[in-house]
């Protein structure tokens, strides 16, 4: 189930997405939203969700993806306040309460 994967997530260290292509990235919001750092391709959707160097990174080649997942295996200090300025980015930006308040502003200024 859905909270069974979300329970699990908790355990991870590093999420690692690489999409070739990505619409809106609901794995990566969730890795966010639990508190983890992603590392992520760049591609439309990944680029939408990560702020790149505070939440994760954004890798534009193979090498690259290996250097940051690396660096935040080997650096706890930065791997937690990376994921606790991803979970407080992801309540922020992807809460429900946000995209209600979006949408009405989006329909009041077009009506």
Known sequence: THEQALDRMKDLTVYLQTSA???????VI?????GIPAVVTDVVGNRDVIINGLTGY??????EIIEKIS??????DK???????????????????TYVEKLN????KSS
């Open 21 to 27: 292509w990505e619409g809106m990235p609901i794995s």
């Open 71 to 76: 660096y935040l295996i080997n650096n706890k």
């Open 105 to 108: 502003n989006l329909y009041a």
């Open 58 to 63: 954004i890798c534009k080649t193979d090498e």
């Open 79 to 97: 791997r937690i306040s990376m994921g606790k300025r991803a979970r407080e980015s992801a309540s922020e930006r992807f809460c429900i309460k």
């Open 30 to 34: 969730e890795a966010q939203a639990s």
